[in-house]
């Protein structure tokens, strides 16, 4: 009874301590005054009322903001697909080498990101110099280190399909291209779908690598701009802007979670009717 009690009590104790700065900060992005630790009143003012200030009229800001959801929209784009493909690849080696090649898929889920971003920032200032730092840079760090999450998420998602459903296509006559767009995209749809947000969130979120990555200030991510001005008396506007990054990252994990569960349901109906169809 008491481990019932104890066991509960200590989970809300950590959820609350972890959500209190975000709250804390989350409640002066809407402040009406410059502080950023007494409470000023409510207002709009931070995220785009003020004239000069606010995060849609401060270039610096709306600049950062921009380029961050453009670097978030290129690697989920680049990396779904990439990712995808590798899972299948992997799942259906057999083969030499194939052990290796997973593990190699993983170390990137392992490597501390720092020595992640400062091999990057090396490769590209020498071995890779015609491409150097910038935009490109950033999209190349942000896809490598987001393949590993796309990997694990789709082919978790072939564990859970398994064979059966694309050999009972083959033995109907469906070669090998159709079986791959009619029968296994389809149903890896509800993983796809969450590799694809979950993929938007992790770069959107990211410091490290982009920092290493950039050239200049029309590189700037919102966390750099966030790193480099939180320490020099900045206005509300900076929790405006954060909040603004929060917000991003939960609908992308949000909608991800939603459209794995709906797609799921009906894959799963979907599924069933096929094979008690194949099996009469």
Request: hydrophobic letters at 55%; a positive charge.
């Amino acid at each position: 009874m008491r481990r019932g009690r104890v066991l509960p009590a200590v989970t809300w104790i950590y959820v609350t301590w972890s959500l209190l700065p975000v709250l804390l900060a989350i409640r002066f992005a809407f402040n009406q005054g410059r502080s950023r630790t007494s409470s000023q009143g409510f207002s709009l003012r931070w995220f785009w009322t003020d004239p000069t200030l606010s995060v849609r009229n401060d270039p610096t800001l709306w600049a950062a903001l921009q380029h961050s959801l453009v670097l978030a929209g290129l690697a989920m784009l680049i990396a779904t697909p990439l990712g995808t493909a590798l899972a299948i690849g992997l799942q259906r080696w057999r083969g030499r080498g194939s052990g290796v090649s997973n593990i190699l898929m993983l170390l990137p889920l392992v490597t501390p990101e720092l020595v992640f971003a400062v091999g990057l920032f090396l490769l590209f200032t020498s071995a890779f110099g015609f491409i150097g730092l910038g935009t490109t840079a950033q999209v190349i760090g942000h896809v490598t280190f987001s393949l590993s999450w796309v990997v694990l998420i789709v082919r978790g998602r072939l564990v859970m399909i398994g064979n059966d459903v694309e050999e009972a296509a083959a033995d109907l006559g469906a070669p090998p291209w159709q079986v791959l767009r009619r029968v296994l995209l389809p149903l890896l749809a509800p993983a796809i779908a969450a590799a694809l947000l979950s993929t938007f969130a992790l770069s959107i979120d990211d410091f490290v690598v982009a920092q290493y990555m950039a050239s200049g200030a029309d590189t700037t991510t919102v966390p750099m701009r966030i790193y480099a001005t939180a320490r020099a008396a900045p206005t509300p506007a900076l929790n405006a802007l954060a909040t603004v990054m929060l917000v991003f990252s939960l609908l992308a994990l949000t909608l991800a979670w939603l459209l794995f569960k709906r797609l799921s349901r009906g894959q799963e109906a979907g599924v069933g009717t096929f094979a008690a169809g194949t099996a009469q």
